[in-house]
């Protein structure tokens, strides 16, 4: 069964970084891009962004761009994200997810980890 | 940025009942939009993706229609572990977006 195994809750002070990783099993991580989306607290979702575990190519969201890498390590079929100059709204839930793509061109998110909370406090 | 605005936010219904969510974007997005759902505390989970096809294993009382700008997910009659938020999402363009989820909850 296809599954992603994320590390464990952080809390961090503000201006601190935060590296969140992010283990694939059941499947080939260069196979399929990585991405990661998070969820503040009691807010929606938000994409921040994808990885090719095939070539390392990123795409960020803009908003994001400066602060965060995304990595992975196919040896060991880790992807990261890490965050750095972290402020108090990024307290969120970060979740990995296989982004797929289908023939037509869509694509969507499955499976997804079970989420890292980051919590962001002086 | 594409918007993905969902209706209604919130909605009250009962079990056996037929439920509608709507999503709108705010430009044409051809049948690049998925659905989730996401129960309290867990991540989300993929129903449909291309508009109107199942993800395996999704139970065929939930599906979905449309194209363009205007789509819709329907359970066709709510079980109780159907109650959860559920998210609209657009792959047309980058940065991907979501829409803002609708939270069913028990009449």
């Known amino acids: 069964q296809v599954q992603l195994v994320q590390s464990g809750a952080e809390m961090k002070k503000p201006g601190a970084s935060v590296k969140v990783s992010c283990k694939a099993s059941a499947y080939s991580l260069p196979s399929y891009d990585i991405s990661w989306v998070r969820q503040a607290p009691g807010q929606g979702l938000e994409w921040m962004g994808w990885i090719s575990a095939y070539n390392g190519n990123t795409n960020y969201a803009q908003k994001l761009q400066g602060r965060v890498t995304m990595t992975t390590d196919t040896s060991t079929t880790t992807a990261y994200m890490e965050l750095r100059s972290l402020r108090s709204d990024d307290t969120a839930v970060y979740y990995c997810?296989?982004?797929?793509?289908?023939?037509?061109?869509?694509?969507?998110?499955?499976?997804w980890g079970q989420g890292t909370l980051v919590t962001v406090s002086s | 940025d594409i918007q993905m605005t969902q209706s209604p936010s919130s909605l009250s219904a009962s079990v056996g009942d037929r439920v509608t969510i709507t999503c709108r974007a705010s430009q044409i997005i051809s049948s690049y939009l998925n659905w989730y759902q996401q129960k309290a505390g867990k991540a989300p989970n993929l129903l449909i993706y291309?508009?109107?096809t199942l993800q395996s294993g999704v139970p065929s009382r939930f599906s979905g229609s449309g194209s363009g700008t205007d789509f819709t997910l329907t359970i066709s009659s709510l079980q109780p572990e159907d109650f959860a938020t559920y998210y609209c999402?657009?792959?047309?363009?980058?940065?991907?977006?979501f829409g803002q989820g609708t939270r069913l909850e028990i009449k």
């Open positions: 291309a508009a109107t």
């Open positions: 999402q657009q792959s047309y363009t980058i940065p991907i977006t």
């Open positions: 997810a296989r982004f797929m793509t289908g023939t037509g061109g869509n694509s969507w998110f499955d499976p």
